[in-house]
């Protein structure tokens, strides 16, 4: 699957943003979806996962309450809403994915597919 991740801004802090992640290719075989990001001098870090049917969803504490991952199988597309932002999110975000059904994971290595990431921007 080829992803794309994309609707990265400039944002003030208190604002609210929707990421996009939009896959080809094998889409028709179920794959979980995941949301990383990379702040400028460190490591790439788990934001959210989603299951397949977007049942299952997982948090990093950090955005817990705030953000929000979900998925639209139909448009092959899944989103990350991002409400209250704050300087700290600024970072590179990224989407990947891995084929099955299981319950993702919080771990960058157990992705098999990343797309390039869109760049946020939370400053006043």
């Known amino acids: 699957v080829q992803l794309q991740a994309s609707g990265g801004g400039l944002m003030q802090p208190g604002d609210s943003l929707r990421l996009s992640c939009a896959a080809s290719?094998?889409?028709?075989?179920?794959?979980?979806m995941g949301w990383f990001r990379q702040a400028p001098g460190k490591e790439r870090e788990f934001v959210a996962a989603?299951?397949?049917?977007?049942?299952?969803?997982y948090y990093a504490d950090s955005v817990k309450g705030r953000f929000t991952i979900s998925r639209d199988n139909a448009k092959n597309t899944g989103y990350l809403q991002m409400n209250s932002l704050k300087p700290e999110g600024t970072a590179v975000y990224y989407c990947?994915?891995?084929?099955?059904?299981?319950?993702?994971?919080?771990?960058?290595?157990?992705?098999?597919?990343w797309g390039k990431g869109t760049l946020v921007t939370v400053s006043s």
């Open positions: 990947a994915a891995r084929y099955g059904r299981g319950v993702p994971a919080a771990t960058r290595a157990w992705y098999d597919y």
């Open positions: 989603i299951s397949w049917s977007g049942g299952s969803t």
């Open positions: 290719g094998r889409t028709r075989t179920r794959y979980m």
